[in-house]
């Protein structure tokens, strides 16, 4: 089984780079974010004309958005509002595999950005994401109480350790790498203890990236990335676990999305 995460940052004007991508990683499952419509315009036919039958969507006009598209059957699509803003941020699926003696569930998470100023007395945006973080921590603490399977993706705006970013030094006080937010993910990440796939298999020291800014001239050389892109599973799963691959071929297309397609093989 083959499970993509994917900030596609809008679904109709990238159609074609997922075709690109299904050709080239057979995905069975692909979590996608920010994909920028509302459900009545979601490219529905065209996505199961690529093979996608099963189709879970929240989205809102020009913001936000996640989608879980799959050929696998799932039994139940699982919907959260976080906050009380109904912005369209989570999105969960349940599939059933007999061999495993157990559910699967995704959940496909988008955490708010969090805006430019790392003050939440000061910044809403950010206030909102920290509230968001403290609210997905409970939902998981509620989720993971069943006996099943979790696997939990998405573009969590959070890069938390050292060397998931291409400075610490120069971005411990810019949004998505500062203390509070670090702290917050990886406490997520310990109190549920989970294994935090792409970094579970690479060495500490390793410079690990999904995300590049548009403001770069050339991606490749300057090289100033972010790993904001995550993969976590229960520990159950890693007797499953294959491989874990980071396409960082998308990155070229034309009109390419910011963050590439990570992708999860069990």
């Known amino acids: 089984m083959k499970i993509i995460t ?30 920028k419509c509302d459900d009545n315009n979601f490219p529905l036919k065209d996505v199961q004309s690529l093979g ?20 696998l059957k799932f039994t139940e699509v699982i919907n959260k509002d976080f906050c009380n803003k109904n912005d369209c941020r989570y999105i969960g699926a349940r599939f059933k595999f007999p061999k495993i003696k157990s559910d699967l569930i995704i959940h496909n998470f988008y955490v708010p950005a969090g805006g430019d100023e790392p003050d939440p007395r000061v910044n809403s945006k950010f206030l ?10 409970t939902y998981l ?40 937010e670090r702290n917050k993910i990886n406490n997520i990440i310990r109190e549920h203890t989970l294994i935090d796939i792409m970094r579970h298999y690479v060495d500490d020291e390793e410079k690990v990236y999904s ?50 397609p990570v992708l999860i093989e069990l």
């Open 141 to 180: 603490k509620e989720q993971l109480i069943q006996n099943d399977h979790h696997i939990i993706v998405g573009d969590m705006n959070i890069a938390p350790q050292v060397n998931d970013v291409w400075s610490h030094k120069q971005l411990i006080n810019v949004v998505s790498h500062t203390d509070i």
């Open 6 to 35: 994917w900030n596609i940052n809008s679904i109709r004007i990238r159609l074609d780079q997922i075709s690109e991508i299904i050709s080239e990683l057979d995905p069975d499952v692909i979590c996608l974010q920010e994909t």
């Open 211 to 260: 995300w590049w800014s548009y403001r770069n001239r050339d991606w490749k050389k300057s090289n100033r990335g972010r790993r904001l892109d995550h993969i976590w599973a229960t520990k159950g799963l890693l007797d499953y676990y294959k491989e874990h691959h980071i396409y960082k071929k998308a990155r070229d297309f034309k009109r390419p999305s910011d963050h590439v």
């Open 52 to 71: 996608y039958k099963y189709i879970a969507i929240k989205g809102q006009p020009s913001y936000n958005g996640v989608a879980i598209i799959s050929r």
């Open 128 to 137: 909102h994401k920290l509230q968001f973080l403290d609210e997905m921590n």
